[in-house]
C-alpha cells in the first residue's frame, strides 16, 4: 500500500471559492497525477484557513508551507518544484507587509501566531465532507462520552463551569441556558441553532458550518441530551449555499453513521436535526423573530417575557445557540471546563472569532483568546495598517456595535471591557479603519443599513432610526445645524430604552459613540462645514485649498474677486496667512500645481490674484489695526520675528493671549527682510505687514538674541508658559569643494545678499559663478548682475530641467544675462597667487531614473572644464544656527542640527517648548514656515488650555465666505494671462521690483475663470 508523504490542504471556503480555489485544487490534482505521484501526494479540500484576502491558498504538509493568491497555472510549478524537488515557490509563498520578506512556514506568519484555534480547530484542516475526517480528529467522542457515561445535569454542569458565553453577541451564560431549558416544563423541547449571521462583515458562522459542519452537529446532539430534547433545527440564511450543502451533507453522513436519529450509538437517545432557510433579514437574526421565522411566519420579534427557554419554537421550550457557541461544546466536554476556562480573561473565558477586515494588512478570520488587546490584533495578527497610514478606529459588533477609538487601542477585547467604552461584542465582526475615514459618514453608513432592516412593528425603531438618518445625512451634506448632536444623543438614548427588540435597542450605537469619542468631527462637520477627512464631497474644500500649506481659501477670494469686492478677498486670505502681499509675490505656489482648471487648460493665477487683492489694498490705504484685547493670562514668548514666529504670535494674539516676540536683529521679517532681494520682494511690502502683525498688539523685541542676551530657562524662570522657537535656518552647509573656504572672494551666496541688503556690498565686478541651485543661488547670481559684474554663471551638476524652480523665474534669471552651467560639478577653486582665477569643473551627463524614479548625472570621462572667475559664491544647503538653545534647555537636535518636534503638534522634546519654520526643517518655503506658525499657534493654545492634541490637526477649514457661484460664468476664450515682467533690459540694473501686478480688469477676469471646485 502506497503512503502519503505529503498532503496539500486546498482551501475551499466561501471566500476561496469565489477566488476560483475549485480550479486550482483540480489543477494541482491533475498536475499530480501528471507527475505520477498520485500515490504519494494527496489533494485534501477544507474549509477557511483564515486569510480569505489572500485566496485562494494552500498549504502543504508536512513541511508547513502557505502558497497564497493560486492561480491554476500555478499548481504544475507547485508540484514540479515542491512537491517533487522539495523547493518552495518563492513568488507565491505569503510576504510580509512591512518589509516584503518571504515568510513560507505557516507557523511563521504574523497572522497565524498569536491565534489560538479551538472553534476553527478543524477549519482548513479536514475535509468537511468526509465524516471520517472529522472522527479521525476526536469528532463524536464528546457526544459518546456523554451518552455513555454523564447525566444530563453533569453536562449542563460542565458547560457552566467552563465559563462559555453565548457568541451571538449578548454573551448571555451558556450553561445557565441549558438550566434554564432542562428545567422547563414540557415534554417537547427544541434545541435551534442560529446560523442566521446578518451581520455583512462577518462570516465565522459560515466558515464554520462550511469547514466544520459536524462539530455543530454533534454539539447540538449534545444540548439535546442537556436538555431533553429530540428535534433541532438549524436556521441558516439562504444566501450561504455553501454552507447549506455542506451541512446537509454533513446530517445525511451522521445520520448514516447512527450519531443522529433514533437510539443514537445505541444509548436509547433520539435527536435529529433539520435545516431552514431565512431570507436574510438582519431581524431574523433577533431570537423571537428567528423562531417566528422558522414556524413559517413573517420574521418579526415579539416581547419576552415569555423567554424561549419557557416558551419559544411553537411555544415550546426551545435552546437557541449561535453557531461559535455550539461548536466549542466538544471540546469542552473533552478537554474539560478548567482547561477551556483556562483561556481569556475573569468573565470572559474562551476564545473569540473575529472577522477581521478593513485598513489591515491581513484580513480574514482570527480566532485569539478574549482579552487580547485591540492593538495585538491589528498590528501583530492584522499586520498593521497599509501604506503607512494611521489607526483611526474598529468598528466592532457589526452594524448596530461601536467604535473604539485609537487611544483606546489597549483595550482588552472581552465583554465588560468593550461595553465600557461603548460598543458591543457582538458577533466579531472587526472592521479597522485608517485616518482616512470620516466618522460621521461611517455612522451614517451604518444607522442606514440598520434603518433599512428595521421590521417596522414599533414606532422608536421604525420613526426614530429614520428621523436619526436624515439628520447624520444633513450633517454629511453640509445641513448640520447647532443643536444636531444634542438631539442625535436625546433621539438615540430615547430609542435605546424604548424600542421592542435588540435591533431598535442597539440601531443608534454607531451614532452614539462616534459622538462620544468623535465629537469634533461632528462639530467641524456642523460648524465649519468641514469634513476632517476630506470624505464628505460637500464639505471637501477644493485642490487648490486644499494643498495650500496654510489652507487659504482660494475659491472664495477668487470669486470675490470675480466680483470686485476685493477687500473682501484679502480679509479671506489674511484669515489663514498674514502675509498676503509677501505670498502674492514670492510664494511657490503648491495652490497652482493641483488646480483643477489644470488639467484642461492653464491653472488659475491663484498667486498674482492674491497680490492684486493686496496691492490694491496697499496702493491706496493702510487699514487700521485695533490692537487685540488681552483677555488670558498665559504669557506667550515667540523667538524669531519671520514669517513663522510672526504667524503664530498673530494667531496667539487673535486667542487673546500676551505675545512677546524677540528678534535678534534691528527690523521684523526673518529672511524675507535680510536676504530675499528687494526687486523681488520690496522692502514696504514687509514692512506693511508686519506692522499690521505688529499692531494687534504684539510686544516686539527688537535686538534680543535669545541664547546670547537672556536664555530660554530665563524666560521660563520670567514666566513665559509656552515658547516658540521660530529662529529659521540661518547657516549655509560649508561646501566640500576644496579651496571653497567661505570667505572673501569666495563667501558663501546667503552672506553676500545680507552684505547687499544692508548696504555693505554696493558694486561687483570681474566675473562671478554662483554654485547652486537655492533660492540664494538665484538670487545671488541676479543680485551679482544688477551690482555689475561682468559675467554670471550659476553652476549646477544636474540637467537644467531638474532645476527647482518655475520656468519662468529660470528664464528671467537667463534674460537678465545670467548663464547656466547645468551639467557641471565643481571639483576646485583655482587661485593663482592666492587670487582666485576660475573654477574646475567635471561636466556631467544624466543617467536612467533609479528604482525611486530619481535621475541621477555622472561626470563624463576626460570632460574637465575651468571656468573662469573672480568670485564664487557658493549656495549650499542652509541649516540652523542654534545660538537660541545656549544655556538650555537641552532640546533634542537633529544630526543637521535641526530641531526634532512632533509633526502632529510642533512640540519640542521639551514640554512646553514648541518649534516652527526652517529651524525645524531647513530652508524651505515662506508659506510653509506660515503654516507651521499657525499650526503651533493651535498645539501651543491646546496645550495652555490642557486640552488634549489626540485630534489630528488640519490646517484647511472651508470657509465658504461667499457662494462662489454667485461669480458667475467666466468669459469664453479668455485664457490666463501672463504674469508681466519689466523688460529685461531696464531691471538688470536697478533693485526695483520686476514683476508687475495684474489690473483690475485682467484680475477680474482671471478670477472667473475659477471652476468653484469647492462647490458639489
Ligand atoms: C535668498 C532667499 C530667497 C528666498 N526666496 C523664497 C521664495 O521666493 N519663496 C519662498 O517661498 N521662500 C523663499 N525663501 C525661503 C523663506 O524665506 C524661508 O523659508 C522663510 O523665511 C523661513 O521662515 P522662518 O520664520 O522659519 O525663519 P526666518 O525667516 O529665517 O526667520 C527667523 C528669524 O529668527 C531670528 N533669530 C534667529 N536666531 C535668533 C535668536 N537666537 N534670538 C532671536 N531671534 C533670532 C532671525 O533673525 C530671523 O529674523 C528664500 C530664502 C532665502 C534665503
Ligand atoms: C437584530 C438582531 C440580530 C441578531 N442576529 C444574530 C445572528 O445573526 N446570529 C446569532 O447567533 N445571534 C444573533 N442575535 C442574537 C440572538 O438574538 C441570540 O441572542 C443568540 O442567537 C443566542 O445565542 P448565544 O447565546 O449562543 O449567543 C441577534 C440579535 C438581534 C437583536
Ligand atoms: S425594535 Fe425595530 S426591528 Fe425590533 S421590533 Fe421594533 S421595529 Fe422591529
Ligand atoms: S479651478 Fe478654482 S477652485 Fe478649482 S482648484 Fe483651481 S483655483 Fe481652486
Ligand atoms: S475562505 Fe480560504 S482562507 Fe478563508
Redesign the pocket.
Known amino acids: 500500500m502506497n503512503s502519503v508523504r505529503c498532503h496539500v490542504l486546498v482551501c475551499t471556503g466561501g471566500g476561496c471559492v469565489a477566488s476560483g480555489s475549485l480550479d486550482v485544487s483540480a489543477a494541482l490534482t491533475e498536475a499530480i497525477e501528471k507527475k505520477g505521484l498520485a500515490g504519494e501526494c494527496k489533494v485534501v479540500e477544507t474549509g477557511c484557513l483564515g486569510p480569505c484576502a489572500a485566496g485562494p491558498v494552500a498549504v502543504v504538509h508536512p513541511d508547513g508551507v502557505f502558497y497564497e493568491k493560486l492561480k491554476p497555472e500555478d499548481a504544475e510549478e507547485i508540484v514540479e518544484e515542491h512537491l517533487l524537488k522539495g523547493r518552495i515557490v518563492e513568488r507565491l509563498v505569503h510576504k510580509a507587509p512591512a518589509t516584503g520578506e518571504i515568510v513560507p512556514s505557516m507557523r511563521e506568519i504574523s497572522f497565524f501566531r498569536g491565534q489560538e484555534k479551538i472553534v476553527l480547530r478543524n477549519c482548513g484542516v479536514i475535509d468537511p465532507s468526509r465524516i471520517e475526517e472529522y472522527i479521525a480528529r476526536d469528532g463524536y467522542q464528546a457526544l459518546a462520552n456523554v451518552l455513555t457515561a454523564m447525566k444530563p445535569e453533569e453536562v449542563i454542569d460542565i458547560v457552566k463551569r467552563s465559563g462559555l458565553r453565548?457568541?451571538?453577541?449578548?454573551?448571555?451564560p451558556?450553561g445557565m441556558?441549558w438550566e434554564f431549558c432542562r428545567k422547563a416544563v414540557g415534554d417537547t423541547k427544541y434545541v435551534l441553532c442560529?446560523?442566521?449571521?446578518?451581520?455583512p462583515g462577518a462570516f465565522m458562522?459560515r466558515s464554520v458550518l462550511e469547514g466544520d459542519p459536524h462539530s455543530v452537529i454533534e454539539a447540538m446532539a449534545i444540548a439535546g441530551y442537556a436538555i431533553g430534547s429530540s428535534q433541532g433545527y438549524i436556521y441558516v440564511r439562504a444566501e450561504y449555499p455553501l454552507a447549506i450543502e455542506r451541512l446537509g451533507k454533513a446530517l445525511e453522513q451522521a445520520r448514516e453513521y447512527g450519531l443522529l436519529g433514533a437510539d443514537i450509538m445505541g444509548s436509547g437517545f433520539n435527536f435529529d436535526l433539520e435545516i431552514r432557510k431565512g431570507s436574510g433579514a438582519?431581524?431574523c437574526?433577533?431570537?423571537t423573530a428567528?423562531m417566528t421565522s422558522i414556524e413559517g411566519k413573517r420574521g418579526e420579534p415579539r416581547p419576552r417575557p415569555p423567554f424561549p427557554a419557557q416558551s419559544g419554537l411553537w411555544e415550546k421550550p426551545s435552546l437557541?445557540?449561535?453557531?461559535e457557541?455550539y461548536a466549542n461544546i466538544p471540546v469542552i466536554i473533552l478537554k474539560g471546563p478548567e482547561w477551556y476556562a483556562s483561556f481569556g480573561t475573569e468573565k470572559s473565558k474562551g476564545t473569540k472569532v473575529f472577522a477581521l477586515a478593513g485598513a489591515v494588512n491581513n484580513t480574514g478570520l482570527v480566532e485569539v483568546p478574549m482579552g487580547i488587546t485591540l492593538e495585538k490584533i491589528v498590528y501583530d495578527i492584522g499586520g498593521g495598517v497599509p501604506d503607512g497610514k494611521d489607526f483611526k478606529a474598529a468598528q466592532i459588533g457589526g452594524p448596530?456595535g461601536g467604535c473604539i477609538p485609537a487611544w483606546h487601542l489597549d483595550v482588552p477585547l472581552d465583554y465588560e471591557s468593550v461595553t465600557e467604552l461603548g460598543a458591543i461584542m457582538g458577533?466579531g465582526g472587526l472592521i479597522i479603519m485608517d485616518e482616512d475615514t470620516c466618522m460621521v459618514d461611517m455612522a451614517r453608513f451604518f444607522l442606514e443599513f440598520v434603518q433599512d432592516e428595521s421590521c417596522g412593528k414599533c414606532p422608536p425603531c421604525r420613526i426614530g432610526t429614520k428621523r436619526m438618518l436624515e439628520i447624520v445625512t444633513r450633517i454629511c451634506q453640509g445641513q448640520g445645524e447647532e443643536g444636531d448632536v444634542e438631539r442625535l444623543i436625546t433621539l438615540g438614548n430615547l430609542i435605546k430604552d424604548t424600542a421592542l427588540?435588540?435591533?431598535g435597542q442597539?440601531a443608534p450605537n454607531p451614532v452614539l459613540s462616534t459622538i462620544r469619542h468623535f465629537r469634533h468631527e461632528y462639530e467641524a462637520h456642523i460648524k465649519d462645514k468641514y469634513c476632517p477627512s476630506m470624505v464628505c464631497k460637500r464639505l471637501c474644500p477644493a485642490p487648490c485649498q486644499r494643498s495650500c500649506p496654510a489652507g487659504v481659501d482660494a475659491p472664495s477670494y477668487n470669486a470675490l474677486t470675480a466680483l470686485g469686492r476685493f477687500n473682501e478677498a484679502l480679509e479671506v486670505i489674511r484669515q489663514d496667512n498674514p502675509f498676503p502681499s509677501v505670498c502674492g509675490r514670492i510664494c511657490s505656489r503648491p495652490c497652482e500645481a493641483s488646480c483643477q482648471l489644470g488639467e484642461t487648460d492653464d491653472p488659475v493665477a491663484i498667486r498674482s490674484l492674491k497680490r492684486f487683492v493686496a496691492d490694491f489694498e496697499r496702493n491706496r490705504w493702510k487699514p487700521a489695526v485695533q490692537p487685540v484685547e488681552t483677555t488670558r493670562t498665559e504669557k506667550i514668548a515667540v523667538i524669531g520675528a519671520g514669517p513663522a514666529g510672526l504667524t503664530a504670535a498673530r494667531d496667539l494674539r487673535l486667542q487673546g493671549y500676551p505675545v512677546t516676540v524677540f528678534e535678534s536683529t534691528t527690523r521684523p521679517g526673518g529672511m524675507l527682510r535680510w536676504a530675499l532681494s528687494d526687486f523681488r520682494l520690496p522692502p514696504d511690502v514687509i514692512d506693511r505687514e508686519t506692522q499690521l502683525i505688529v499692531d494687534t498688539g504684539i510686544d516686539l523685541r527688537l535686538g534680543v538674541t535669545v541664547g546670547k542676551d537672556i536664555t530660554i530657562d530665563e524666560l521660563r524662570r520670567q514666566g513665559y508658559q509656552a515658547i516658540l522657537i521660530a529662529t529659521g535656518a540661518h547657516k549655509l552647509v560649508r561646501p566640500d569643494t576644496p579651496g571653497a573656504d567661505g570667505t572673501r572672494p569666495c563667501p558663501n551666496a546667503l552672506d553676500f545678499l545680507k552684505e547687499v541688503k544692508q548696504g555693505k556690498c554696493t558694486r561687483m565686478s570681474g566675473d562671478v559663478l554662483v554654485v547652486g541651485c537655492t533660492y540664494a543661488a538665484f538670487d545671488a547670481a541676479r543680485t551679482a548682475i544688477r551690482l555689475g559684474c561682468s559675467s554670471c554663471g550659476l553652476v549646477y551638476p544636474r540637467d537644467k530641467d531638474q532645476l527647482p524652480f518655475e520656468a519662468a523665474e529660470v528664464q528671467a534669471a537667463v534674460e537678465e544675462g545670467v548663464t547656466l552651467y547645468c551639467l557641471h560639478e565643481p571639483m576646485e577653486v583655482l587661485r593663482v597667487d592666492g587670487k582666485v582665477t576660475g573654477l574646475k569643473c567635471v561636466q556631467c551627463e544624466p543617467q536612467p531614473a533609479d528604482q525611486t524614479g530619481r535621475t541621477r548625472t555622472a561626470p563624463k570621462t576626460a570632460a574637465e572644464v575651468v571656468l573662469p572667475a573672480e568670485t564664487i559664491l557658493f549656495a549650499g544647503a542652509q541649516e540652523p544656527d542654534l545660538v537660541v538653545l545656549n544655556g538650555g534647555p537641552d532640546v533634542q537636535r537633529n544630526a543637521w542640527n535641526m530641531v526634532v518636534v512632533d509633526p502632529a503638534t510642533l512640540a519640542t522634546s521639551t514640554p512646553g517648548i514648541f518649534a516652527a519654520g526652517d529651524v525645524t526643517t531647513g530652508g524651505a518655503t515662506v508659506i510653509e514656515a506660515i503654516a507651521a506658525g499657525q499650526k503651533a499657534a493651535v498645539t501651543a493654545h491646546r496645550f495652555l488650555r490642557g486640552i488634549e492634541q489626540r485630534e489630528p490637526y488640519r490646517l484647511i477649514k472651508p470657509r465658504r465666505r461667499v457662494d462662489s457661484a454667485e461669480a458667475g460664468e467666466g468669459f469664453d476664450n479668455f485664457k490666463r494671462p501672463q504674469e508681466a515682467v519689466r523688460p529685461a533690459s531696464e531691471r538688470a540694473h536697478d533693485f526695483r521690483e520686476a514683476d508687475v501686478t495684474f489690473s483690475e480688469m485682467l484680475a477680474v477676469c482671471e478670477a472667473k475663470r475659477c471652476l468653484h471646485c469647492d462647490l458639489d
Open positions: 453565548g457568541r451571538g453577541g449578548a454573551g448571555f451558556t441556558k442560529n446560523a442566521d449571521e446578518g451581520d458562522d438582519f431581524v437574526g433577533e431570537e428567528l437557541l445557540n449561535n453557531v457557541t448596530s458577533s427588540c435588540g435591533l442597539t
